[in-house]
């Protein structure tokens, strides 16, 4: 129990449902996966808003005979240039402890050799862990709500960035069946935000699954 209250209190700062989040099954990190594994659009939400830009967002399971949680390579494109993505990165989803999944980030030492692959499973299975370089701070931290959802966030100023004259950025995600929401912010030594969007989130639609 005291275990539990500490955790609440140290989450509450980024994440302030948390102590209404429930304990995990055994079959929430696949719940998990499966939630994120597939084709996204921001297609709808751009229109109804022209603040937001239409994203094509694929998230591919890679390195699925490994025992250490699920792997999946991320691409994030305009939808007008799929072949020439922004973001590159692979998550690596595990389990933390009884209430909390983790989404742990990595860039690619060479993005270049895997741009607009994310389809194509000869590329993907080139890809090897001595390829990657862990992004210390910028993990999301998961929680499943009552409704089923999963939601979280980075903690705090933990995930440092030098973009656009950042010095750290914060990362907020919502996953459900149907899609899910991101909001990617930088901000200054100020905490004056100078990237992302202001509004809120860019939504995702699922478009199709992957397995």
């Not at 591919?60 to 025992?67: G, L, T, V, Y």
């Not at 989404?103 to 270049?112: A, G």
């Not at 202001?198 to 199709?208: A, E, L, N």
Request: with cysteine.
């Amino acid at each position: 129990m005291q275990r539990y209250l500490v955790l609440c209190i140290f989450w509450l700062v980024s994440l302030p449902s948390l102590c209404q989040h429930l304990q995990l099954g055994k079959k929430d990190l696949k719940e998990l996966r499966d939630m994120m594994a597939g084709t996204f659009s921001s297609e709808a939400q751009s229109k109804e808003d022209a603040d937001f830009f239409h994203i094509s967002l694929e998230m591919r399971p890679i390195w699925q005979k490994n025992k250490d949680g699920y792997w999946l390579y991320v691409e994030q494109a305009m939808a007008t240039t799929k072949d020439k993505p922004y973001r590159q990165r692979v998550y690596h989803l595990y389990q933390m402890d009884d209430t909390t999944l983790v989404s742990q980030v990595y860039e690619l030492k060479e993005p270049e050799k895997f741009a607009g692959k994310a389809n194509d499973p000869t590329a993907l299975g080139s890809l090897t862990p001595d390829q990657l370089v862990s992004k210390e701070g910028c993990g999301i931290f998961l929680r499943k709500t009552k409704t089923g959802i999963f939601e979280g966030s980075t903690q705090d100023k933990a995930c440092p960035s030098n973009l656009r004259g950042a010095r750290f950025t914060t990362s907020k995600v919502t996953l459900t069946k149907d899609g899910m929401e991101s909001w990617d912010q930088g901000w200054d030594a100020n905490g004056q935000q100078v990237w992302g969007a202001t509004k809120g989130g860019y939504r995702f639609d699922k478009i199709k699954a992957a397995k």
